[in-house]
């Protein structure tokens, strides 16, 4: 299993911590360091179910900065998995890669779904 994480996010540093505490094995890979290429974000947000927005860190200043919640709307998807693999910061985080799962962000009751 993959964790993409910034440590200097308390949210991703709290899931860490948990991960930790509940013995849970993982590869830790530095969000900002290492972005997520278009390839993998195409996979996983095939493989995930999820709505592409779930990838986007809409609370990040980038996405503000950039007024993707208004140009989002406009773009295709393709367009939108491009725009998330130029910077890591624009990924919503944690962002955890399971053999058959993802997880965007950290919430307790889901993960413990998950991964316990």
């Known amino acids: ?3 993409f994480a910034y440590r200097k996010c308390s949210t ?3 899931a860490l911590k948990w991960l930790e ?5 993982f590869e830790e890979r530095a969000i900002k360091e290492e972005n997520p290429t278009y390839e993998e ?3 996983w ?3 995930s179910g999820l ?3 779930k990838f986007f860190n809409t609370s990040g200043m ?3 900065q950039m007024n993707l919640k208004d140009k989002l709307k406009e773009m295709t998807e393709d367009d939108q998995l491009k725009l998330l693999a130029t910077d890591g910061m624009l990924v919503k985080r944690p962002l ?3 053999d058959n799962f993802i997880l965007t962000g950290f919430k307790e009751k889901e993960w413990e779904e998950k991964l316990l």
């Not at 505490?21 to 094995?25: G, P, R, S, T």
């Open 1 to 3: 299993m993959k964790v």
């Open 12 to 14: 991703c540093m709290k």
């Open 21 to 25: 505490v509940h013995n849970v094995e």
């Open 41 to 43: 974000l195409k996979e």
């Open 45 to 47: 947000y095939t493989m």
């Open 51 to 53: 709505p592409l927005k």
């Open 62 to 64: 980038i996405y503000k």
């Open 96 to 98: 955890v890669i399971g």
